[in-house]
Structure formats: structure tokens, C-alpha cells
């Protein structure tokens, strides 16, 4: 079977000491960073960018999906704990994760969580490496018009899932397209919007742009806020063991909410607030006791875990096979692989067997480790979510500028990221989200280089795009989700799901 | 309606987008089927530019009340951006280690240390931290001292 011999390259890969090494560092990296409030996968994996730089592509890709599941765990454990969301994607944990706690229960439900995150897990895992060489294998079919109309749809698609109105989040897209090609344009040797600047030539670092609009501006939110979460009292752990019936109604919740939470990180700018949302509400309507949901249901909490973490490894199909990220976490992925010098799109599958499999296997390892190791760590990530912001502001401050710096050792970026933290702070105040910024910015590129090299086969004609089926398709869907966007109930709907930050 | 967060969003998409098509319009237009440097920033900025004027048309017919822009807090911004500058100003000519205390000192007023010691011991571990891991860890060639 090929699929076996290419898990079994997989292994091999991943279970080499150094990558394992790279795993088990971005796990627990991004475990330590997912419990602190606020500070999210995006956050994270910003700061984190430099340090990767220096390492084999195989090591670094495997460190930021380690660092990028191991935050969407972290976040978990302080929902429960402390009722504290270490991210948006796990707001939903909170209802009913924390009712537990103040029940005595909280250990239970933290195992439940992992259990469950470790089910969805394995099921993306498999569904990475089934669907991973189909969806390759047909996009290998795909012509510039089709590329075009996938960012197209990757764009319109997130700037709509945000939270408020998917005009402005298109809107913000369309800012990252436009300052994602600035710099000297690969056709002509024109510098673009440069206006001089010696260090814009290149374009704009894109390390600098997202430690700006994520890591700066998260700071500053965190500054104006600081004094309104003063107090924080944390539910003791208790036991750890759940009983015959908690694991029976969880073990239910845990599989829709796989299911759910994989369907949703396939698709485009959705992510894993929506994933979680969404497999929270699923089970509230399936459950026949409904009445129990907010008053410490385990299947509460077992579903939205599992949902997140099984958006968490999807979301890496569209972006690893077609090179189209689906939301801002993606993007600084896709971005760090182009750093590493290679190109993901359909060719990685026969470019880079060793990447696309070596991370495949070692997703489920950290899948196991975030089990085995950070459960009984669980009293130290509960303390460790109580450190005070006096020493978290400069440890981000001096981490994110000491990495910034390090990528070409000039002080240009660090002007750059201060640039983009301005802006990023006058979004905020907008309640502008920059998720589908980021996401513009690193298509910008490509989508300029698809949509000139279309019309240039079709000498000029724009129906080119509606001529070629699989990207009329394409623009058919991304047409059904704007008229969506447009209707109230819908509306209603996603604003419910997407309350907080995108991750 | 002035104070609206879909007015100024959109002033701030228009903004942007007419200088995408002002820039844009200096470089070579070219035609559709051999686009020039100039087309796609233009076609972008445009879009951008519609995409704006649309919401502040929407900010000035709306009946109902629209969410105000949060109102801006300037010491943290403003501490956090000059801890940045100076950042980059220092670490070239008196390297990392008087860019990190820059760093540290002037980012200072926004998070508020308790006292002296606390700063002193913040700061210190920090350059004691990052020396560690991005020198002698991996290996990168930064000067450290003047």
C-alpha cells in the first residue's frame, strides 16, 4: 500500500532524534505560551518565526505545528482552570469546562479535554494523509486562472469569517494584498511604493509585519486592559480519573466534535474559534438533555476540544497541497516555508516527500506528547498562567525584537515591525481584524503573478476565469458565500461563533 | 455617525486605496493581456477605494446606532514604539546587550515594574536569556558589547 510506505517514511523522518527534539521544544513552547490569557497561536508562532530560521526545514516546519497545536492545548487548560481562555479558540471550553472545576471535577474535565484533543488529533492525522496526495494530485491539474480563483475564494472566505462585517474583512485583505507587493515587482524591475527606502527593495519583511499586528499590538490591548483582570483565582485540579459515565458521554461528543472541527479546518478562513463554536452548538442540539449544557456537561467540553484540534490539523491541507493558507495561523506557516526555500503548493508532495510526511507523523507524535508529558504538568501550567504582566511585556518586547533582528542583523525590520504595530493598533480601535490582512499580504504576491500570467494566456480576455471549469467553480462558491455574508440570519450566526480574535 | 467605526474604517480603506492608484498610476499600465507594474497595485487600490467609499455611504444612510471607534490610549503606544525605535538604534552601534537595556528602560513606563529591583532583575535576566539562546545556542553572530 503506498499510503503505508509513505507513513512509514514519515516515522522515519520524525523519529529522528533532532526532529523529535524540534517537536517536543515546539509542544511544550507553545503549551507555555497557550496558557498565558491572550496570547494565542498567532502571538506565538510570530515571535517564535526567528528562531526557526536557523534550523533544517524539516525541523522548523515540525517545531511551528508543534508550537501552533501545543497553543491551541495550553489554551484549553487555563479555560477550565481558571475560566481565563488562553485563546478564542477555546471561549466555548469555558462554559462548561469551568462549571466543572468549581464542582470539584476540573481534573476530570482537563483529561477529557486532552483525550479528546488526542482523539481529533489522530483523526486529523489520518485525514491529512488520505486527502493530503488526492487533493495534491489534482491540483497538479491546476492552472494559473484556478490559482487565481482559490486565493480569490481563501481571501474572500476569511475576510468573511471574521468577526463583523465581511466587507471590512475583505477590505483588510485587500490592504495585505497591497502591501504584500511592495518592493521591486519580479516582471518589470520597477521598485513599487519603495519611495526610496533602501530597506523596502526586498519588500517588506514579513516576520516584521506579523510581530507588529500580533505581538505589539496584543501588548498594548493588554496594557489598556490590564487593570479590569486583576484577580485571578484558580479551581484546584482534584482528581484526575473521570467516571464510566463521563467517559461514555464524552467519548460521543468527542467524535462529532472531530467531525465537525475537520470539516471546518478544511475550509477556508473558518478556523478553529468557528470549528469550536460550531461542534459546541452541534452537541447541544443532538444531546438529549440540553438543560445540562452550561452547568458543567463533560460532552461540552470533550466536543469543542476535539473540534479545535482537529481544525488545527486540517487546516494544514489546503495549505501544504495547494499552497493557499485558510486563515492567519496558516499564513505565518506558508511564510516560514518559503523562508525555508520551499514552495508549497501540489509539487510538495514530489518535491518533498520527507517534509510533507516527516510533519504528518511527527503531528501525531506531538499529539502524544502533548498527552503524556503535559498532563502531569498540570499544576505548573496553571501557575505558570498566573505570571504577572510586568515580566511577560518585556520578555515579548526584547524576545520578538532580539528574533527580528536576527534574520538579516538589521535594525530596518525592528523600524518595520514598530511601523506595523501603529497600524495594527489603529485597527484594533476599527475592530478591524488582521488575520485576512496577514493572509493578503503573503498571497498578495502570488495572486498578482496568477492573475497577469491568466490573462495573458487568455490574450487579454477576462472570461478566462468563468471559461475554465474548475475555476468557475471556484468563483461560483466564493460568489454563494458573499450573497451568504449579506444574509441577516447567517449574520447572526457568525457573529455568535467569531466573538474575539480569529486564530 | 462621525464618530463610527464603519466611517473611519472606511475613510482608512479610502486612504489607502487612492494610494495605491495614485502611486500605482506612476509606473508603466501596460494592457490586460501584457499588464505593466502599474495594473494590478491600480486595480487593487480601486477595489479598495469602492470598498471604502461603500461603508461610508453605509456609516451616513444608517438608522441605527453604530459602534463608536474605542477611544485611543496613547502611553502604551506611544512607550512600546519608542522602546522599538530605540531598539534599532542601538544595536547596531553599541550591540545587543545596551539595544536590550535600551529596549527594557523605555518600554518601562507602560507595564509598570514594582520598583527598582524588580526592573533590575527583569532586565538583567532577560539579556542573560536571549544571550544564551540566540548566541551561544544557536550560534548567531551578533555583537554584544560596543
Given amino acids: 500500500m503506498d499510503i503505508l510506505a509513505n507513513i512509514a517514511l514519515g516515522f522515519a523522518v520524525a523519529l529522528d532524534w533532532g526532529n523529535l527534539a524540534y517537536c517536543f521544544l515546539g509542544v511544550t513552547l507553545g503549551t507555555l505560551i497557550g496558557v498565558l490569557p491572550g496570547l494565542g497561536p498567532l502571538v506565538t508562532l510570530s515571535i517564535l518565526l526567528p528562531l526557526t530560521f536557523g534550523m533544517p526545514a524539516e525541523g522548523a516546519i515540525i517545531m511551528l505545528a508543534g508550537i501552533y497545536y501545543g497553543a491551541a492545548y495550553g489554551g484549553s487548560t487555563t479555560a477550565i482552570l481558571i475560566n481565563l481562555p488562553g485563546e478564542s479558540s477555546s471561549v466555548v471550553t469555558c462554559i462548561d469546562g469551568y462549571e466543572m472545576a468549581k464542582k470539584g471535577r476540573g481534573g476530570q474535565a482537563l483529561v477529557v479535554a486532552a483525550l479528546a484533543s488526542f482523539f481529533a488529533g489522530c483523526t486529523g492525522t489520518l485525514l491529512i494523509a488520505a486527502l493530503g496526495p488526492t487533493l495534491s494530485r489534482a491540483a497538479l491539474q491546476f492552472g494559473s486562472p484556478e490559482n487565481f480563483s482559490l486565493m480569490l475564494m481563501a481571501l474572500v472566505m476569511t475576510g468573511g469569517m471574521v468577526h463583523g462585517s465581511g466587507m471590512h474583512g475583505f477590505g483588510m485583505a485587500l490592504l495585505g494584498v497591497l502591501f504584500g507587493i511592495v518592493g521591486t515587482d519580479i516582471n518589470s524591475g520597477v521598485e513599487r511604493f519603495t519611495f526610496g527606502i533602501l530597506g523596502l527593495a526586498d519588500g517588506i519583511e514579513f516576520v516584521a509585519a506579523a510581530i507588529g499586528l500580533f505581538a505589539l499590538v496584543e501588548i498594548i490591548r493588554n496594557i489598556e486592559i490590564r487593570q479590569a483582570n486583576a484577580e485571578i483565582s484558580a479551581a484546584s485540579v482534584g482528581g484526575l480519573m473521570p467516571t464510566r459515565e463521563e467517559l461514555r458521554r464524552a467519548a460521543g461528543g468527542a467524535v462529532r466534535g472531530t467531525a465537525v472541527g475537520s470539516f471546518f479546518g478544511l475550509l477556508p478562513g473558518a478556523g478553529m474559534t468557528v470549528a469550536s463554536f460550531a461542534a459546541y452548538l452541534v452537541e447541544k442540539r443532538v444531546s438529549a438533555e440540553p438543560h445540562r449544557f452550561g452547568r458543567g456537561a463533560i460532552e461540552g467540553v470533550a466536543s469543542p476540544e476535539a473540534a479545535n484540534n482537529a481544525a488545527a490539523q486540517t487546516a494544514f491541507i489546503p495549505t501544504l497541497t495547494l499552497g493557499i493558507p485558510g486563515s492567519g495561523t496558516m499564513a505565518l506557516i506558508l511564510g516560514a516555508l518559503i523562508i525555508q526555500g520551499i514552495a508549497p503548493g501540489p509539487r510538495i508532495l514530489v518535491d518533498n516527500p520527507m517534509l510533507f510526511w516527516g510533519l504528518v507523523a511527527s503531528m501525531w507524535i506531538g499529539n502524544l506528547i502533548l498527552v503524556l508529558v503535559n498532563l502531569p504538568l498540570l499544576r505548573l501550567w496553571t501557575m505558570v498562567a498566573r505570571v504577572p504582566f510586568q515580566w511577560l511585556c518585556p520578555t515579548i518586547l526584547v524576545f520578538a525584537c532580539t528574533g527580528l533582528y536576527t534574520i538579516s542583523l538589521d535594525g530596518f525590520d525592528i523600524l518595520t515591525a514598530a511601523a506595523f504595530g501603529l497600524l495594527g493598533y489603529v485597527f484594533l480601535k476599527l475592530g478591524c481584524e488582521p488575520a485576512p490582512f496577514i493572509l493578503g499580504f503573503v498571497l498578495g504576491p502570488m495572486l498578482e503573478e496568477n492573475f497577469k500570467r491568466s490573462l495573458l494566456i487568455g490574450r487579454g480576455d477576462p472570461s478566462i476565469f468563468i471559461t475554465h471549469p474548475i475555476s468557475a467553480a471556484l468563483l461560483a462558491v466564493t460568489a454563494i458565500v458573499c450573497i451568504l455574508m449579506i444574509m441577516p440570519r447567517f449574520r447572526r450566526a457568525k457573529d455568535q461563533a467569531t466573538e474575539g480574535v480569529e486564530g | ?146
Fill in chain 2, 1 to 146: 455617525m462621525v464618530r463610527s467605526k464603519e466611517l473611519w474604517t472606511g475613510v482608512l480603506f479610502l486612504l489607502f486605496g487612492c494610494a495605491g492608484i495614485v502611486v500605482g498610476l506612476t509606473y508603466e499600465m501596460g494592457s490586460l493581456s501584457r499588464m505593466g507594474p502599474g495594473f494590478f497595485p491600480v486595480l487593487v487600490g480601486g477595489t479598495l477605494a469602492v470598498i471604502g467609499i461603500t461603508s461610508m455611504v453605509r456609516a451616513a444612510t444608517s438608522h441605527r446606532i453604530l459602534e463608536r471607534v474605542e477611544p485611543f490610549r496613547l502611553s502604551g503606544i506611544v512607550w512600546i514604539t519608542a522602546s522599538l525605535i530605540s531598539f534599532s538604534l542601538f544595536v547596531r552601534p553599541l550591540g545587543l546587550i545596551a539595544a536590550i537595556l535600551a529596549l527594557v528602560i523605555t518600554s518601562a513606563p507602560a507595564w509598570r515594574g514594582r520598583g527598582l529591583g524588580e526592573f533590575l532583575l527583569i532586565a538583567c535576566s532577560l539579556t542573560g536569556i536571549v544571550v544564551l539562546i540566540f548566541v551561544l545556542g544557536l550560534g548567531i553572530p551578533m555583537k554584544l558589547l560596543p
